[in-house]
């Protein structure tokens, strides 16, 4: 019969064809240390509030009427506006960890026949206490641009409420007329600056001791290694449960700024210039500030 495990007394390793509690630790090992999350939704919404309109001579002033067409007044317009964006390409990238223990070389091979405890140097090379420190503050970085989002059209309105500017087609005031005007869409995204998925905490390493007998197993056909404690005080079972499920990085950092620059306005006929003195027409823009958005909305996923 081929040899299914071995514990080797000499230098306090185990070496097995099988699992320990249903996990490959090899297996785990690896994963742990090569293992990304996919990240989906949003980043955070940011609202772009009472832009100013300017005219390209700087002016801020516009000849501006109620709806009834009564009243004029020359006053300052502004618009305002909010928006977001999809997860577009970020991802997390390979985990970053790291770990001041290591590998115990005691050359010894213990089980606690009260509990199943077993105590060694490594598992098929896989130090169990080193793994689960690796696990434990494992962080990822991430890659990749938000998804581009078309910015809605933006209203403007004068400092008392009215809608209606004075425009027309040109700077000599051709077809001049009374109409409401808005900042017409225009797509934009940003680039990941810092966005990370901050450590992961798991508080303990230890199982807890199952009921039950045997406390240790080894089973003939498979190899497998049943026991009722942990390993070098770690829950492999649930270590590898933890793993399996774990989303609770916490989203830091933002995107990279970006300004959508100067946005020039358009009335609802079409016309692009607009009344700021007796005999002066200027085409005129609102200007989204330099913003970004920050990552603590997006939605980790399982391990993959």
């Given at each position: 019969?081929?040899?299914?495990?071995?514990?080797?007394?000499?230098?306090?390793?185990?070496?097995?064809?099988?699992?320990?509690?249903?996990?490959?630790?090899?297996?785990?090992?690896t994963a742990i240390q090569n293992h990304d999350h996919?990240?989906?939704?949003?980043?955070?919404?940011?609202?772009?509030?009472?832009?100013?309109?300017?005219?390209?001579?700087?002016?801020?002033?516009?000849?501006?009427?109620?709806?009834?067409?009564?009243?004029t007044d020359y006053q300052s317009a502004r618009g305002s506006d909010e928006h977001t964006h999809t997860v577009g390409s970020l991802a997390s990238d390979v985990e970053t960890a790291s770990t001041l223990l290591s590998a115990k070389s005691d050359g010894e091979i213990t089980i606690d026949s009260a509990t199943g405890?077993?105590?060694?140097?490594?598992?098929?090379?896989?130090?169990?206490?080193?793994?689960?420190?690796?696990?434990?503050?494992?962080?990822?970085?991430?890659?990749?641009s938000t998804g581009s989002t078309t910015l809605d059209a933006i209203p403007i309105a004068g400092?008392?409420?009215?809608?209606?500017?004075?425009?027309?087609?040109?700077?000599?005031?051709?077809?001049?007329?009374?109409?409401?005007?808005?900042?017409?869409p225009g797509a934009h995204s940003h680039a990941n600056s810092n966005i990370a998925l901050s450590a992961f905490s798991y508080p303990s390493g230890a199982g807890s001791n199952?009921?039950?007998?045997?406390?240790?197993?080894?089973?003939?056909?498979?190899?497998?290694?049943?026991?009722?404690?942990?390993?070098?005080?770690?829950?492999?079972?649930?270590?590898?449960?933890?793993?399996?499920?774990?989303?609770?990085?916490?989203?830091?950092?933002t995107t990279a700024s970006h300004s959508a620059g100067q946005a020039y306005a358009t009335s609802s006929g079409g016309k692009t210039y607009f009344q700021v003195g007796a005999s002066t027409w200027v085409r005129a823009y609102l200007q989204r500030p330099d913003h970004s958005h920050n990552g603590t909305t997006l939605s980790v996923a399982t391990p993959s």
């Open positions: 019969m081929a040899r299914v495990a071995l514990l080797d007394a000499s230098t306090g390793q185990v070496t097995l064809s099988g699992t320990v509690d249903g996990v490959n630790l090899a297996a785990l090992n996919v990240l989906s939704g949003n980043v955070s919404t940011v609202a772009s509030g009472n832009m100013t309109l300017t005219g390209t001579g700087a002016q801020t002033s516009f000849n501006m009427c109620n709806d009834a067409e009564t009243s405890d077993l105590v060694c140097d490594t598992i098929d090379g896989v130090a169990p206490e080193v793994l689960y420190d690796r696990y434990h503050g494992h962080w990822h970085t991430v890659t990749g400092a008392n409420g009215w809608t209606k500017f004075r425009v027309a087609s040109d700077s000599s005031g051709t077809g001049a007329a009374w109409e409401t005007v808005t900042v017409g199952d009921a039950g007998n045997p406390k240790f197993a080894i089973a003939a056909a498979s190899g497998n290694i049943s026991l009722k404690g942990d390993v070098n005080d770690i829950g492999i079972a649930q270590l590898k449960a933890s793993y399996d499920a774990h989303t609770a990085h916490s989203r830091t950092g």
